[in-house]
Every structure is written in structure tokens, then in C-alpha cells.
């Protein structure tokens, strides 16, 4: 599975942006999905999470209430809209794909494909 995220770019604080991946080389309908994000200097952590059939989303403290995680697998692609964004959100976005815990984990280690980020940086 090949993932490719975009939709990153520069937003002033309080705006929107939706990220999305797409795979190839399989598709991701029975694979549970994840969001990441890496700023700098610091460690990955968990955004959000979402499971093979959309039913079962997961979200980090930090992003609750902000995001929402979707999926079309018609379309074999997961997406990530992020609202009133906030500097602190100023990082790299990585899609990561789970073909064994298919409800989606936070959990970076179980996520056996990664894609390229985009960077969303956020001004204030």
C-alpha cells in the first residue's frame, strides 16, 4: 500500500484546512486508518483514527472537537478537516494504514504503512 497525504499549506489561525490520503496499490477497505502529526522538535503523536468502515472514530485531546475523520473507500481515501486551527497545530501530518487492528489504534506501532506528511502550518 502506497499512501500519499496532501492538503497541507499556510492558514491563519482559526481557519480550516482538510488533508487527505489516497492509497494505490491496494485498496484500503478493510484497513483501519490513523492520522499523525510530528512538530518540530518533537515526538510523533496520535490525531485521530477511524476504523475499515467508518463506523468507529477516534480522536486525540487535542484535536477532539476541532476534526473530524471520514473515509470513502469508493474513492480509497481517508480524510482529515481540521477547524479553528490553533499555532500548537503547526506540524507534519503522516496517514498511516492497519491491516490487523482494522477499528484503528492511536498507537504508531501498530500501523504497518506510512505515507509522506504535509505540513500544515498555522500563523497567529
Known amino acids: 500500500v502506497q499512501l500519499q497525504a496532501s492538503g497541507g499549506g499556510l492558514v491563519q489561525a482559526g481557519g480550516s484546512l482538510r488533508l487527505s490520503c489516497a492509497a494505490s496499490g491496494r485498496t484500503l477497505r478493510s484497513y483501519g486508518m490513523g492520522w499523525f502529526r510530528q512538530a518540530p522538535g518533537k515526538e510523533r503523536e496520535f490525531a485521530a483514527a477511524?476504523?475499515?468502515?467508518?463506523?468507529?472514530?477516534n480522536y486525540a485531546e487535542s484535536v477532539k472537537d476541532r476534526s473530524t475523520i471520514s473515509r470513502d473507500n469508493a474513492k480509497n481515501t481517508v480524510y482529515l478537516q481540521m477547524n479553528s486551527l490553533k499555532p500548537e497545530d503547526t506540524a507534519v501530518y503522516y496517514c498511516a494504514a492497519s491491516p490487523r487492528y482494522v477499528l484503528g489504534s492511536p498507537w504508531a506501532h501498530d500501523y504497518n504503512y506510512w505515507g509522506r506528511g504535509t505540513l500544515v502550518t498555522v500563523s497567529s
Open positions: 477511524i476504523s475499515w468502515s467508518g463506523g468507529s472514530k
